[in-house]
């Protein structure tokens, strides 16, 4: 039963234009959601979070929002930028993080020249 | 860099050998995570250590075994090693176990099992 879900794998943009990743949850629970961005063997990299609480958060080109009751979050990026192509992942806890984090499969976002 | 430090980053061996991935975590950080990537699988939580105890299990084989020392350090055993064992391993860090603390990642070791 995957709780985190990323259904499209890969996302192709131009540069300049906005990215829009998608991601569902199922687990009611979670109160914190993060995004991580992940180059090929390499550790994922903290992008931003959001708490259960809020439905919108920014941080200069990176914007999450969070509509709790479709249960779904997004993570925009603009402007695109070439560096911006990764894998990004989708990541949730709840109760403190005990547990660990429940990570989606990822989206491989291509930022085209 | 996220502080958090990982040796080896690769490492070959065989089957029925067994390894032990060490991890260092930020400084002050309380709580160490063990994660596993596979070819065709997400990030795979397999165990979580906070000060030295175990907090909690994900999906860790019984041929594996992780511990978190006094200075905080982690280490985690691969015994009995077979092909499938072959993923990149996370090791990740926290100050504690409260919503808000954003969980850092390591660049992960490279386990190759032939």
């Known amino acids: 039963d995957q709780q985190v879900k990323q259904n499209s794998p890969s996302l192709s943009v131009q540069e300049g234009r906005i990215s829009i990743l998608n991601c569902d949850y199922t687990?009611?629970?979670?109160?914190?959601f993060l995004w991580y961005k992940k180059y090929p063997a390499e550790g994922p990299t903290f992008l931003i979070s959001?708490?259960?609480?809020?439905d919108k958060n920014e941080d200069g080109r990176f914007t999450v929002f969070l509509n709790k009751s479709a249960k779904h979050l997004s993570l925009h990026i603009v402007p695109s930028q070439p560096g911006d192509s990764a894998v990004y992942f989708c990541?949730?806890?709840?109760?403190?993080?005990?547990?660990?984090?429940?990570f989606g499969k990822g989206t491989h976002l291509i930022i085209q020249p | 860099d996220s502080g958090v430090t990982q040796t080896p980053k690769h490492l070959i061996t065989a089957t029925g050998q067994r390894v032990t991935l060490r991890c260092s975590p930020r400084?002050?950080?309380?709580?160490v995570y063990w994660y596993q990537q596979s070819l065709d699988q997400g990030l795979q939580f397999l165990i979580h250590y906070y000060n030295g105890e175990e907090r909690a299990k994900g999906n860790i084989l019984e041929r594996f075994s992780a511990q978190q020392f006094p200075d905080l350090h982690s280490e985690l055993n691969l015994s009995s090693l077979e092909l499938g064992d072959s993923a990149l391993y996370f090791c990740?860090?926290?100050?504690?176990?409260?919503?808000?603390?954003?969980?850092?990642f390591g660049e992960g070791s490279w386990l190759t099992v032939v």
């Open positions: 990740a860090s926290r100050p504690g176990t409260y919503s808000g603390n954003t969980i850092y």
């Open positions: 400084s002050g950080d309380l709580s």
């Open positions: 687990n009611s629970m979670f109160d914190y």
């Open positions: 959001i708490s259960s609480i809020k």
């Open positions: 990541a949730a806890y709840s109760g403190g993080g005990a547990d660990g984090l429940t």
